[in-house]
């Protein structure tokens, strides 16, 4: 079972800046598409940041101009920098590789971390 691992999470306060990675030990996915999600108590997972094998990217809304997605594939590993972090940013952030459809976006991954806090304090 191909297992991702996530690390940078951490408490940081409203403003500041943080940066998430995700590796996946052992399994290139240079050639996969690579995406970060999130899920806050109470909400369900939402749609963050993806980075096709391209290296063409795609944020969410809540994100766009703060989160920039990145990746390294000699080192099969994929970025989350985030800015100008405010407390609804606080949630679980979770890692995927290899999307099932053609929309990254979709939460329809076949490999998941799982997960690293992120906590915003106002």
């Known amino acids: 079972q191909v297992q991702l691992v996530e690390s940078g999470g951490g408490l940081v306060q409203a403003g500041g800046s943080l940066k998430l990675s995700c590796v996946a030990p052992g399994r290139a996915f240079s050639a996969n598409n690579r995406a970060w999600f999130r899920q806050a108590p109470g909400k369900v997972r939402e749609f963050v940041a993806a980075i096709k094998f391209s290296g063409e990217s795609f944020y969410g809304e809540a994100v766009k101009g703060r989160f920039t997605i990145s990746r390294d594939n000699a080192k099969n590993t994929v970025y989350l920098q985030m800015n100008t972090l405010n407390p609804e940013d606080t949630a679980v952030y979770y890692c995927?590789?290899?999307?099932?459809?053609?929309?990254?976006?979709?939460?329809?991954?076949?490999?998941w971390g799982q997960g690293t806090q992120v906590t915003v304090s106002s």
């Open positions: 995927a590789a290899v999307s099932r459809t053609g929309n990254v976006t979709l939460s329809d991954y076949l490999y």
